[in-house]
């Protein structure tokens, strides 16, 4: 499984856009770069997947460049209610779908 | 997608006791997982709870400390044996997909031993 490297933490304003960019750069061909959510006191909640280019859903975008070894997570105008920690995972799904958390990025969302 | 439950929401033990933590979904699913969350931390990987034979078990987790039961496609239990308070954290289970890195979470469950 890939390593993955992002902040510790960013702070932003309700309204702004908010880019989390991860760093992979031993990523594996079949590998494929997905991000969690957290909120406080909850479970994660797998919010966006992505193998190249760009990957857009309700929640968020994915930028990823061609040569794969990073990944950037784009939040269009947050609100307080995204405030939570977001995690950057790759892997290709296999060995039973296993998922390995790095240390995420916290991201707090102020008024 | 999946809705998980967990019981007990949360949990005050005395140290030496054991907590049996039990794991609910709506949906038969073949995989099923067990990780830690400690205060403040990421999530880390226990086992992958099996059905019908033993769980499978990462590096640094035992099946004598982290005992797991996994009677059917959509139930399981973990147990924290001769709990000490540095297993105090947030014990979560969660369910695979068909999709690669997909998982539905449980709400966890937030245990503190004193």
């Known amino acids: 499984l890939a390593k993955t490297t992002q902040p510790i933490s960013m702070d932003s304003y309700e309204g702004q856009e908010v880019n989390i960019t991860c760093s992979h750069n031993?990523?594996?061909?079949?590998?494929?770069i997905t991000w969690y959510q957290q909120f406080p006191s909850q479970g994660p909640r797998f919010i966006i997947q992505g193998y190249k280019t760009k990957v857009t859903n309700e929640v968020a975008s994915l930028f990823i460049p061609a040569d794969r070894k990073s990944s950037t997570l784009s939040l269009p105008r947050v609100s307080l209610s995204d405030t939570a920690v977001y995690y950057c995972l790759v892997g290709d799904g296999a060995a039973g779908n296993k998922l390995t958390f790095g240390g995420g990025t916290r991201v707090l969302v102020k008024p | 997608s999946a809705v998980i439950s967990q019981k007990p929401s949360r949990d005050i033990c005395q140290r030496g006791t054991s907590l049996t933590i039990q794991c609910q979904v709506d949906s038969q699913v073949t995989m099923m997982f067990w990780y830690r969350q400690q205060p403040g931390q990421s999530l880390t990987l226990i086992a992958t709870?099996?059905?019908?034979?033993?769980?499978?078990?990462e590096s640094g987790f035992v099946i004598d400390k982290f005992p797991i039961s996994r009677p059917n496609l959509t139930f399981s239990t973990l147990t924290v044996s001769n709990m000490s308070p540095e297993d105090s954290s947030i014990y979560l289970c969660?369910?695979?997909?068909?999709?690669?890195?997909?998982?539905?979470f449980g709400p966890g469950t937030r245990l503190t031993v004193l």
């Open positions: 031993n990523i594996a061909t079949n590998d494929y």
């Open positions: 969660s369910v695979g997909t068909e999709k690669p890195n997909e998982q539905f």
């Open positions: 709870a099996n059905q019908g034979s033993e769980a499978t078990y």
